[in-house]
């Protein structure tokens, strides 16, 4: 009898400590800053996923496969100098010094990025990680809001000369948490 009362002890103990006794998400809007134009006068972005990584996180060479992708698949979004709100998204407890969004060429127009700026409108098929550096703490159990400063992925893009440049320039600089 003493063992049975040790075993659901024991069974009690590993169960809450595996449950975490509660949730350790918080939910967070997600949007885009607004932005001077520049020359940039059309934006679009198909995005798949969203990454929350901490200090000193890497990503795997393969981003799809990632351990810490999230479902963020959006399509097709048009992205508004005035700001954009993108959806809420379940974020893990913790702090994080970078989010990544990936495009890629699933939406309807079959295009990663589309882009027109003082150069043309151009647009890849090109897998892209857009990535956004500053300090976020995401709160257990908690609501808020998540805003990505894009001016200077904004900036990059409004370089683009040819179709060839736009996946060099959207990952060639960071925007801001």
């Not at 990503?59 to 959806?87: A, H």
């Not at 003082?118 to 090109?126: I, K």
Request: include cysteine.
């Amino acid at each position: 009898m003493a063992i049975k009362g040790w075993t659901v002890v024991i069974f009690v103990l590993v169960f809450f400590s595996l449950s975490g006794c509660g949730t350790t998400t918080g939910s967070y809007v997600v949007s885009f800053s607004s932005y001077s134009r520049s020359n940039v006068s059309a934006l679009k972005f198909c995005v798949k996923r969203i990454r929350f990584k901490t200090d000193g996180e890497t990503t795997s060479g393969d981003p799809s496969s990632d351990e810490d992708n999230i479902d963020f698949d959006l399509g097709e979004v048009t992205i508004d100098s005035s700001g954009s709100n993108l959806s809420s998204v379940s974020v893990p407890q913790g702090t994080y010094k970078r989010v990544e969004i990936d495009l890629e060429d699933h939406c309807a127009s079959g295009k990663s990025l589309q882009i027109t700026n003082g150069n043309g409108t151009f647009s890849t098929t090109q897998r892209i990680s857009v990535k956004f550096e500053g300090t976020f703490t995401a709160e257990k159990s908690a609501e808020g809001a998540l805003e990505l400063g894009i001016q200077l992925i904004i900036n990059a893009l409004d370089t683009v000369t040819n179709n060839s440049e736009i996946r060099d320039q959207a990952e060639s600089v960071s925007g801001t948490l």
